[in-house]
């Protein structure tokens, strides 16, 4: 698909800050936008106010700034946050993508790129995850996502298209929300132990950043994947214990103790097979989990 003038919703967040710079690097005309008023202080672009609620007013600023494509990323980002409030993330999320997808539909927009996750899956125990794996979350986070792609799904019927991305866990320094990583790297740098109370002998699967803003761009672009989703992660399961001893490799003062027992926000997901996106979106992982920590580390280094 060729298109130039591309909205993102969510740009203050992780994926959204790194996909702008991504799209603009390809040459796109990009029109971040997010929900905050004011930009933070780790973002370096100003974004336009945009809260992806209500039809009307997306459809106005659809027209407005005569936008072409839509990348999603705006929403409660994570199963720990909203914890309580299960009608505010589903609202949020399913809700917010029921009302861009509906504007975009009146504003004959082509594409939409659609930020929904592995979590989705569930819980499925140590098969092989493909995209053919049956959604299966139970939790308001997973199931919102459930929600949001099936939203898109529906959407196809009215000349909408979607390509939907299931990242695993994503991580970089910019990440604001919980991440056993950042916290096991900030602590040695502040020479604090880092005391987990569950972890131990956990699996997980990780996605940086950086390659998520390249699948985004995959997504955007791609002729031949239109109406899939695809798995975007880094093709490995660690357990926890093995993030610690890459953490301990490189900040040897680092002082990691893990619990047994699983991660609350987490579920036990089988490995996922990242095939399609490598063979239909042309798309694969550059940095591999001990390469995205050395990142981290420089990345947060001048920031302790």
Known sequence: MKCSRVLITGAYGLIGHETVHALEAAGFDVVPTDILHERPGDADFDALPLAVSGVDPILQFLREHRIEAVVHAGGVSGPMLGKSQPHAVLSTNAGGTLDLYEAARRASMRRIVLTSSSGAYGETGEAVVDETMPLGATDVYGVSKICSEQIAQAYAQHGVETVILRPSWVYGARRRTTCVI????????????????????????FVHVSDVASSVLAALTTSRGVQKAYNISDGTRYLLDDVAMLVRDRLPDAKIDLADGPDPDDVVCGRLDIVAAKTELDWEPKIDLPSGIDLMIAGLSGRT
């Open 182 to 205: 950042k916290s096991m790297i900030e602590d040695a740098l502040a020479n604090r132990p880092t005391r987990l109370p569950y972890g131990a002998g956990f699996p997980r699967q």
